[in-house]
T-cell receptor, first 114, second 109 residues
Framework: NAGVTQTPKFRILKIGQSMTLQCTQD?????MYWYRQDPGMGLKLIYY???????DKGEVPNGYNVSRSTTEDFPLRLELAAPSQTSVYFC?????????????FGPGTRLTVL | GQNIDQPTEMTATEGAIVQINCTYQ??????LFWYQQHAGEAPTFLSY??LDGLEEKGRFSSFLSRSKGYSYLLLKELQMKDSASYLC??????????WGAGTKLIIKP
């Protein structure tokens, strides 16, 4: 199993550009998450999904959109990139949401907006 | 608001023992995780506590006191590869995972 994979690993965007961060998991997990991690800060939840076709906002959703058309894929869309979106983005998945369900993380995408 | 507090940075010596504390104030409690994150890498699972007491797993142990809103991660026989950030995360009553900022642990020879 590859686990959780993310592409690209690195990206530099200009202000106002758009892009999609890809995330795929092959563990048949129901739950998927997008986080951002700023230097010296904890993980902030952007969006999450409890299954195909169902998504919900997390703590910091503004400026982002998601979709979940399949169990495996959970892309994150940035529209009109801003310097405040410079961060490391992690995708994660878990089998369930109840306590004790470990989240498995992808390797991250390092995004810089100039 | 919901808050998780951890020391920003700690330094310890190879072969020694270190305790990383985590205090939390959240809307409800459904469990607490510890994750390890090496620089430039993704977090990886270390431990999970939902009941009070100590959970031991090899060189790593995690303790929870729900009445005090307190947990610690104990690392024994420190190795250089233990140099990493250690993230405390709490599941609140809405089953949201609230993350602390992490404790950067520096191991010196």
């Amino acid at each position: 199993n590859a686990g959780v994979t993310q592409t690209p690993k690195f990206r530099i965007l200009k202000i106002g550009q758009s892009m999609t961060l890809q995330c795929t998991q092959d563990m048949n997990h129901n739950y998927m998450y997008w986080y951002r991690q700023d230097p010296g800060m904890g993980l902030k939840l952007i969006y999450y999904s409890v299954g195909a076709g169902i998504t919900d906002k997390g703590e910091v959703p503004n400026g982002y959109n998601v979709s979940r058309s399949t169990t495996e894929d959970f892309p994150l869309r940035l529209e009109l990139a801003a310097p405040s979106q410079t961060s490391v983005y992690f995708c994660a998945s878990s089998y369930g949401r109840d306590g004790g369900d470990t989240q498995y993380f992808g390797p991250g995408t390092r995004l810089t907006v100039l | 608001g919901q808050n998780i507090d951890q020391p920003t940075e700690m330094t310890a010596t190879e072969g020694a023992i270190v305790q990383i504390n985590c205090t939390y104030q959240t809307s409800g409690f459904n469990g607490l995780f510890w994750y390890q994150q090496h620089a430039g890498e993704a977090p990886t699972f270390l431990s999970y506590n939902v009941l009070d007491g100590l959970e031991e797993k090899g060189r790593f142990s995690s303790f929870l006191s729900r009445s005090k809103g307190y947990s610690y991660l104990l690392l024994k026989e420190l190795q250089m590869k233990d140099s990493a950030s250690y993230l405390c995360a709490v599941i609140n009553s809405n089953y949201q995972l609230i993350w602390g900022a992490g404790t950067k642990l520096i191991i010196k020879p």
